[in-house]
């Protein structure tokens, strides 16, 4: 995948004279200290990210952590102090004002946390605004627009105004708005932060539908940690403006950085992020196929419980089970390697032998036995 | 000493200041007297036109037509109550002087909004024109309404169009002003909404910032038209004519009863405009297609 939004040595700092936050000095102190000196507040420090297309690129943080600045200078809402953000092979800082204008018309839509609807337009002339902007005749516009609100669930409510829907239908509206547009890329600032718990679900679902019929690369801020790991394909943690890890969700989980990062996925439900085929273990017992032709299998199933049958390519092809009974890959049950420990539960659990954990390529990864995975729940 | 502080004194009718803006105008009345000839044609016209328009119906006509209006735009009680005081007012034999302070309100309030409207938005959006419009504004609210006449008259002479002058410089203050606020009031994230959309100034300007600051507004268009009304009445003192004149007649003759009734008069077209107009800011959000609206009136015939 190529990168599609390139952000280089990025800075944003608030304040007069905010190139006096550049030098060595200045870069060592932290925020606080920064803004005790010299009254600056640095809201982005030093961000290098790229992201790619196609991906939901999540940045995670706590309010103030500066998160939102740097989304606003993806699209140029906000001007970098240094450093420089390039959207497709285009360095934002340096557009012109119509060029920047096109840019955003044709490549870049924007969800906003407050949903940011035109109170005096219906829902149909809000969607088709975008439209509008790009100056799309009237009727291709509104056909565009009926048909983004029916993609999220909105058909029937075309011409209520923004103040006689709620919260989630009002979202869903800001979400049409950008859609409309067909965007390759969807910038979305805290868009289901302000929605109920339960909307915030339906709405999370209704993100990655979308996503799975036509992808674009999105990128999602969000102070919600299960959101976060929820919809992210990669998430980048910022605090106090820079960047303290980017990786996927299970990279953050497992591997972080350093101590902040641990602190903040300590609360993260790890079996719904970690998959099957990092804890599963090598099979007890593996026979090649080409063997059990050769009527060996009495001595397999004597000294063993089970054993897994696989051929000269490591691929699964069943199981044999103590009384000498072939299970056939097809019938027994298995699981994919990007099952998650969650998902896999009920199986395992239920299984009256470790379950086999296959490749996307059908290979033999490991198996995974109930007392595996809860070690696995342990140990992390 | 004391013979300059005497002098100082003695000349309390002009000072160097008064002297300065006394030749500034002189020296103007003597170079763009061409200028002064076309504003005056070009007012007189427009005022004239719109007398000449709301005389072509008879009282008759004229006071349901305007009930009709209070009946569709406000209520059915108001529509009423409009109808029983324009009757009063023919009455009172002053509906022809009602009909020409109208007329000047009218001409004056649609001057002050285009000249006034246009500043505003230009002050929202340049800090440094506000900057200049605000402390402008400021004098024009507190300079007493008649300082205004005095200018009027020795550009003009006297009549309708000094009148309307003065009165649309005194009226223009709070349609700026609200036009300002309005537009500064918009909510930020509308306006990145506006912009993240790929909207330029221009299309910021007149697919966000406006019909979000209408409401506003109309409120200044409500205060410009009520403030024309109470200037126009002062303006006859050089002549604007119209109900002005009857209170003025009242208290140069000391005729307490004459002077009531002009003032009456006044009210009761001060009433009926505010109420109009107030109902053109409301309704903007609202949203009814005329169709619906049309049923909406008809209701109120068949229903009641």
């Known amino acids: ?84 953000v390039t959207v497709e092979g285009k360095p934002i800082s340096q557009l012109a004002a119509a060029e920047l204008q096109k840019l955003r018309s044709n490549k870049m839509a924007m969800v906003f946390q407050s949903f940011a609807l035109f109170p005096q337009r ?72 302000a929605l109920d718990p339960l909307i915030r679900r339906e709405m999370q679902e209704q993100l990655l539908e979308l996503q799975a019929e036509s992808p674009r690369t999105i990128v999602f801020i969000s102070h919600d940690l299960d959101e976060a790991v929820r919809l992210g394909d990669r998430i980048a943690l910022m605090k106090e403006g820079k960047v303290l890890q980017c990786g996927t969700p299970r990279e953050l989980l497992c591997k972080p950085a350093n101590e902040q990062v641990r602190h903040f996925f300590q609360d993260v439900d790890a079996a719904s992020v970690i998959t099957v085929d990092t804890v599963a273990e090598s099979p ?26 696989i051929d000269e390519n490591n ?9 000498g009974e072939i299970i056939p890959a097809e019938k027994g049950p298995a699981l ?44 992390r | 000493m004391k013979y300059v502080i005497c002098q100082v004194f003695a000349t309390v009718s002009t000072g160097p200041v008064g002297e300065g803006m006394t030749k500034t105008v002189d020296w103007l009345l003597n170079h763009a007297q ?18 000449q328009i709301l005389t072509v119906p008879a009282p008759w006509l004229l006071a349901p037509l305007i009930a009709i209006l209070a009946a569709w735009r406000v209520s059915l009680s108001f529509a009423i109550l409009s109808l029983l005081g324009l009757n009063l007012v023919l009455f009172m034999g002053l509906w022809q002087p009602m009909i020409s302070t109208l007329a000047l309100v009218i001409a004056a309030s649609i001057l002050a909004l285009l000249i006034g409207i246009p500043i505003g938005i230009f002050s929202a959006r340049r800090q440094h024109i506000w900057a200049i419009t605000r402390p402008v ?9 008649f300082v205004y006449l005095i200018p009027a008259v020795m550009f003009f002479g006297t009549g309708r169009v000094p009148s309307t002058i003065a009165t649309l410089i005194f009226s223009m203050p709070p349609v700026v002003r609200l036009t300002y606020l309005g537009i500064r009031q918009v909510p930020i994230d509308l306006i990145e909404a506006g912009r993240a959309f790929g909207c330029s100034e221009r299309q910021l300007l007149w697919k966000v910032q406006l019909p979000n600051a209408l409401p506003t507004l109309m409120a200044g268009v409500n205060q410009t038209i009520m403030l024309a009304l109470s200037m126009v009445v002062i303006a006859s003192m050089i002549g604007g004519g119209g109900l002005g004149d009857v209170v003025l007649r009242g208290i140069q003759q000391l005729d307490v009863g004459l002077g009531f009734e002009g003032g009456l008069a006044v009210v009761i077209l001060a009433v009926i405009l505010d109420r109009l107009t107030q109902s053109l800011a409301a309704s903007n959000f609202s949203r009814k297609s005329l169709p619906q609206r049309f049923k909406a009136f008809t209701n109120l015939w068949t229903s009641s």
Request: glycine residues 8%; contains cysteine.
């Open chain 1, 1 to 84: 995948m190529t990168p599609q939004i390139n952000i280089d040595k990025l800075w944003k700092v608030f304040g007069e004279h905010p190139e006096r936050a550049l030098d060595d000095l200045c870069q060592s102190m932290d925020a606080e200290e920064l803004n005790a000196r010299t009254g600056l507040k640095a809201a982005v420090r030093d961000v290098t990210l790229s992201i790619s297309s196609g991906e939901i690129f999540v940045v995670m943080g706590l309010s103030g952590s500066g998160k939102s600045t740097l989304l606003r200078m993806i699209n140029g809402l906000i001007l970098p102090t240094a450093g420089e």
């Open chain 1, 122 to 193: 219906t829902a149909l002339e809000n969607a088709a605004f975008g439209l509008e902007v790009a100056g799309v005749p009237r009727q291709k516009r509104l056909e565009k627009a009926r048909e983004a609100l029916e993609r999220v669930g909105l058909g029937k409510d075309l011409d209520r105004l923004p103040q006689q829907l709620s919260g989630g239908m009002q979202q869903r509206v800001g979400l049409a708005r950008a859609l409309a547009l067909d965007p390759p890329i969807l910038l979305m600032d805290e868009a289901f932060s």
């Open chain 1, 315 to 323: 691929v699964f092809k069943g199981v044999l089970q103590q009384n």
């Open chain 1, 284 to 309: 007890a017992c593996v026979i090649n196929q080409a063997e059990l032709l050769l009527q060996q299998t009495d001595q397999y199933s004597k000294a063993q419980k089970i054993a897994c049958i």
């Open chain 2, 34 to 51: 061409p200028i002064f000839l076309v504003i005056d044609h070009a007012i007189n016209g427009l005022a004239g036109a719109i007398e």
């Open chain 1, 336 to 379: 994919t390697a990007e099952t998650t420990i969650r998902d896999a539960m009920e199986l395992v659990a239920n299984a009256p032998y470790p379950i086999p954990v296959i490749g996307s390529d059908q290979r033999l990864i490991g198996v995974i036995s109930p007392r595996r995975l809860l070690r696995s729940m342990i140990l």
């Open chain 2, 137 to 145: 504004l400021d004098l024009m609210q507190t300079m007493p309404a």
